[in-house]
């Protein structure tokens, strides 16, 4: 019975875990690292916010949690599209206007996961999941290098300066500022101009001829 | 009297505050912002803790101007390299050398500006900071443009770009592992490599034909 009692309380555990995680998620998406505090988080999940500490020993824990889950899903999801079909610029091309598209759709996201200013256990998760992103590339890399399409002198400082590039020219466009413009109409980016952008940027800038124009 | 007093006080207010200031940027120089703690500031300052919050509300303000001293200073020294003599391509490529070369000879700071986990005062800075980098680079762009020497779709999208990459491909060479990797004897960048890549990298990425080799 001991056993089955605590075996069921870790599944309890881990049940009420993942719902304070998806509340948290939740409230980044809609207001970024800035609206998740530990009192409306608990209101949301309907606990105690002493409940929410013997999940979480403090924000920046929590931040951090949400942070790597959300940034696992974009680096998976680019992992796919850079191991599909075609050329490595043809790959590289449509990784970068899938990534691009897919925090343009979710903007508030996207920004508290690039840029927004945050605890300090985000910004070491930042660090880690840029070397992940860097990795995706180092591979697309050597393989361009291999047949020829890409002409490099460091592939894993060309790496990172991809992934610098990509994610500096959406902080601009992602930005809540950015946002106010285009609600005020003034101009302000669109995801075609970023994404023609940044993919010419990046191909010319691994010596890989005419940039890929397909979708 | 009562004005003379009132002046002197504040020459006395402002001069301990620079004191403090240098205090803390010779923390930040020897052991990034993770050295900058109230007490041990304190104590260089020769200071009681309670004076030094007098002066600073608290860490993640003082670190910000810490931040933003330091940056203003790369600003400015970037700035002059570019508005320098020669074509658009030779002065970036200069820009981005000495850029480099600064770093690497104070990288403990360095890594502290551009990527240390750190108070999201410090975070916020960082965010003006790289918009302050992209208007150089706009403005060299433009010019570069202008001149026939660069084809970029979009100015600013491709202002941060550079920013970013330029940014980036530092953030391994100079993070604390590097070091320890280089002290361990294994393999690690040295400058030239990281300034042949970085040039390359962007002169191309702008469409600037060959890189300009020159220092």
Known sequence: MAYRTTAARLDRDQSLRNRILACAHARVVDGGFAALTMQALAEDAGIATGSLYRHFGNKGELAAEVFARASQQEVDSLATVLRGD??????????????????????RLAFAL????????????RLLYREAYAELF????EEGRDRGEFQVPSIPLTAACLVGAIAESLVGPLS???????????????LDSVCDNLVTFCLRALGAGQPALEN
């Open 114 to 125: 690039i840029a927004e200013p945050v605890d300090p256990e985000v910004d070491e998760q």
């Open 176 to 190: 809540p500022p950015a946002r106010a413009l285009r609600e005020a109409g003034h101009r302000a980016d669109d």
């Open 138 to 141: 180092e591979r697309l890399l």
């Open 86 to 107: 075609g050329s490595a610029a043809e790959r590289l091309a449509r990784g970068l206007r899938q990534f691009a598209a897919r925090a343009w759709n979710s903007r």
